[in-house]
C-alpha cells in the first residue's frame, strides 16, 4: 500500500515537472527576443538625414540638421535605454533657424557598444568633443535628459570654452549635500528594465530574452500621462534594446566605472542654463529639478505640472517653446 503511493506520488512529482518545465520553455519561446544587427535595423531608424561617422572607434549613429552657419548649434543627448530620435519633435522645431546636432549614445541606439566597455561621464564627454571636432563645432548650446544630462552639464564644466549654453531635461546627478536632499531625490518608481539590467548575474537569459510588455511597462512609468505610449513608441524602442550588444552594454555601464568627468560642483557651472522638469517624474523627481536650479547661478527652472521624466518626448511642442524663449534670451 505504501509503495504503491510512494510511486503515485513520484509519478506526479514527475508530472508537475514536466508541466513546469513545458511552461518555462513556453515562457522563453514568448519572450525570445536575440539581438538583431544593427544593418537590419538601419532602414527603419536609421534613414537619411542620419549617418554613421567613426569616432573614437565607435561608428556612430548622428544627425546634423540646421542652417550651418548657426554659430553656436544645438546638441542634444538622449537617456539611458533612449535613442536620438526621442529629439524629434524639438529638431523639427528648432532646424528652421537653427542648426540641431544629436546621435546614439555608446552603448544604445544604432551606436551600439564602446568597444571598451567604458561608459563613464569622462568617457561620454570624450565622444562629445570628438563629435564636435568630427562636425566643425567650436562652441554649442549642450542640452541632456537624464543621463544625457548628466553628460551635459559635467561637459559643461570640463569643457567651459565649448559649451556656452546648457539645457537640462529631467537631468542625473543632482547635488545631495544631506540625508533629507538624498531622500526626496530618490526615485519613486524605476521601471522594470532598469531592475532588470541591474541583475548581472542573469545575463545569460537577459540578454537573449526581452517580453515587449516590459519595454512597454518601463515607458508607462516614466511618461505622465501613461496613454501616450503608443504601439509605434514601443517597437522603436523594443528595436533599438535588441540592437546586438546594447543589453550587454546597459548592464555594463550600471556595473561599470564611475570616472567623472569633472571633479567640480554643479554650483561651479557659469554657462546660461535652462532647467525643464516633468513634475510626474518618478525616476527623478523635481526635488532633483529644484537642487540644480539652486545650486546653479542665475538658472531658469521650467516645470510642466502634466509631464514626467521624457518631457521632451511626451510634449515636444510645449517643451521646445520654453527652450526656443530661452535661447531669445540669450
Keep these: 500500500m505504501l509503495r504503491r503511493w510512494l510511486r503515485r506520488l513520484l509519478k506526479g512529482f514527475a508530472v508537475l515537472a514536466l508541466v513546469m518545465l513545458v511552461a518555462a520553455g513556453g515562457l522563453v519561446a514568448w519572450a525570445w527576443a536575440p539581438d538583431q544587427p544593427a544593418e537590419a535595423l538601419m532602414a527603419r531608424w536609421g534613414a537619411p538625414p542620419s549617418r554613421i561617422e567613426p569616432i573614437l572607434d565607435l561608428p556612430l549613429h548622428l544627425r546634423d540638421e540646421g542652417p550651418r ?143 515587449r510588455s516590459v519595454i512597454e511597462s518601463s515607458l508607462r512609468n516614466v511618461y505622465g500621462d501613461p496613454s501616450k505610449v503608443t504601439p509605434e513608441l514601443v517597437d522603436r524602442y523594443f528595436d533599438l534594446a535588441t540592437r546586438e550588444g546594447n543589453r550587454a552594454a546597459l548592464m555594463s555601464r550600471f556595473g561599470g566605472r564611475r570616472e567623472p568627468a569633472s571633479t567640480k560642483p554643479v554650483s561651479a557651472i557659469t554657462q546660461p542654463t535652462l532647467i525643464l522638469w516633468g513634475a510626474r517624474d518618478r525616476l527623478i523627481p523635481l526635488a532633483a529639478g529644484e537642487r540644480f536650479h539652486a545650486a546653479i547661478p542665475g538658472s531658469e527652472l521650467v516645470v510642466f505640472d502634466d509631464l514626467g521624466h521624457v518631457p521632451q518626448e511626451e510634449d515636444p511642442a510645449r517643451t521646445v517653446a520654453a527652450l526656443q524663449a530661452f535661447l531669445a534670451s540669450e
Design 69 to 211: 552657419d548657426d554659430p553656436t548649434p544645438i546638441v542634444l543627448l538622449h537617456g539611458t535605454g533612449d535613442s536620438l530620435h526621442t529629439w524629434q519633435g524639438w529638431t523639427e522645431a528648432l532646424v528652421p533657424t537653427r542648426r540641431v546636432i544629436r546621435y546614439d549614445l555608446p552603448g544604445f541606439g544604432l551606436t551600439g557598444p564602446d568597444p571598451d566597455h567604458d561608459y563613464s561621464m569622462k568617457r561620454q564627454v570624450d565622444v562629445l568633443m570628438a563629435v564636435l571636432d568630427r562636425l566643425g563645432v567650436e562652441r554649442a548650446v549642450v542640452g541632456g535628459n537624464s543621463y544625457g544630462g548628466g553628460i551635459a552639464w559635467q561637459a559643461a564644466l570640463a569643457h567651459p570654452e565649448r559649451v556656452v549654453g546648457l539645457v537640462l531635461v529631467d537631468a542625473s546627478g543632482a547635488p545631495v549635500p544631506d540625508t533629507a536632499a538624498t531622500a526626496a531625490t530618490a526615485p519613486r518608481s524605476v521601471p522594470i528594465g532598469f531592475r532588470l539590467a541591474r541583475m548581472s548575474w542573469a545575463a545569460p537569459v537577459l540578454e537573449r530574452v526581452l517580453p
